[in-house]
């Protein structure tokens, strides 16, 4: 039993509790720590989810209430990483880092196939290490500082900054306390503290990620989580037909609302991870990706789902012929869709079939009369009543009586319409199959495709009226190869890099000047947004890619030197307004900008027509 244990502060790590135990009672070494607290030697100390909690919690003073699963509840990242998983996965990791080792944990967790890596160094935030020293007299740890993508504090929505302590590559079994000496005061906030939607962004992040660690788990809200985004989505417009997603408007939106942060948590939002949670979760998901879809879904309003287009039935029938014309009795209904449009088919018992349009007004069609029309027809024509006559009596179009009378081979009393005669003769079987056959001894080298462009009606007809000939009298069908070779990320990375850095040098020799961006980059080298879609594969090249390409700052100063340079070429005078006239520069530019043609302007009046300008000393903004 230890005869002392530190008081857990509000949020703190089990890490940094064990951390200051060790400190406080300056014990002489990291394994006399770890066989004080857990009895043996070989404990990994551990930053998110510490294992052995169960020989720590027989070894603090039971009136302090301290079980394993409160130590690991309240103590540990356990309730964020278990927070979208099944029971029965929970069960299992807290058993393991109760009891046992925590081998297999993170594989269970989905943790060590995700692309998202926890923080290298831990983190703290100055203003909570400021109000730690000033209630407590020492600083901690705190949980909701080391979540992944978290980078900004909860609590005071400043930016979290990196301390010196890697516990990755330091001692395994060593458990290191804050202190003002791995804390330094920071002196350079990050630039993107002062976007306001990027810190929008990011404090929604914290704050959601945070709340994984204080409330309840979520397992029980959704057992089919796949099942609920997909409804989710579709809700919010990007349906594609009655079941399905579409991709294409569903991941450009998804894409535009988290652009401004994109390049601030890559391993989050980079690859195609969102089309894969609306299918089945074969797979866990990492918590952030949770956080981040569901922040997606917040922000668009769910719409109300469309009645039926057609109510619930039953619905009207309107056979002339039948005693319940007019009345509610159809209760048969199928939908077709087609074009945007909603097309009801509506299919009564007496045989009578029309179809509608949703949202038309237009007269129903008629799509069968059904055997009373028959009926009708045979008795009336029996009574030598008169076509215009005969259409009256039965409460259908002339037209309607004399094509089901032809149909029915009825004698009747009316002459039939003279036949109309055909404007183009029809298409002659082997005139169609001569012609293939033909295009094809002429140019044996043609595919499939190719002969379909250069004979499309003939390939039409036959299609449509003579389809197994055609299959059996056109070229083989082409079937693509796919290389089994794999890629060797590796030497393509270093090869990408060194066709980026020659891409940029050679951008920076054109006249005019260009913009070197990661576009231009790409459109010079021929690719079609290769960087975009494999950044996790070519970290090299990524890194190059953000040395060499501009900044808009960057690219206006580089232009004003070359435009002074130009004009010096034509012996003309510097003027700023020249200069900035030449250079395409707008009438008001960032400070730089401007400070730069401002020291251009004293120079040159300084100098007179004999001076010289120094290209380096503009781009620096200096006199």
Known sequence: MLAYFPEIYPDELLYSVLARYHLHVCSRSPKQTMRDLFGANGVRATVDLQSRVAALSQRIPTD?????????????LYLYYTAFVSEAVAESVMASLVDGPADGVFMRLGITASVISVPKRLRYCPACLGEMLGRYGEGYWKRSHQLPGVLVCPDHGVALADSSVSPH????????ALSLHNCPPVTVLPAWVSDLRQMALLQDIARRSVALLNHASMRSAHRDWGAYYLDAVRDRGFAKGRERVDQSLFQDAFANFFEPVVDLIPDGLGGDWPAAMVRKHRRIFHP???????????KHQSQPRTALPFGSGPWECLNPLAKHHGQ????????????????????CTCGFVYSREAGSERSPRVMDFGPLLDIQLKQKVAEGLCLRAMAREIGVDPGTVRLHASRLGLKVPWKDLPKRRALTMPPDR???????????QNHADLSRRQLALLLPKERSWLYRHDREWLEQHSPTPLHKKWSDQRVDWETLDHHTATQLRKAAREITLEVPPRRITQSALERKLGWSRRMSKRQEKLPRSVGVLSVVTETIDAFRLRRIAWAVQELDRQALPTRAWRVRRLAGLPQRASPNVEAALAALERTDRFLGKGRHFDQNRCIAGQV
């Open 430 to 440: 082997d005139s169609m199959r001569a012609r293939w056959l033909d295009m094809q």
């Open 64 to 76: 302090r209430g301290l079980c394993p699963d409160k130590l690991t509840k309240d103590t540990t």
């Open 169 to 176: 590559t330091h001692n395994q079994h060593e458990f290191i």
């Open 328 to 347: 509610e009795v159809v209760r048969a209904l199928t939908l077709r869709h087609e074009q945007g449009r909603v097309i009801g088919r509506f299919s």
């Open 288 to 298: 952030l990706r949770h956080i981040l879809f569901q922040m997606f879904l917040d």
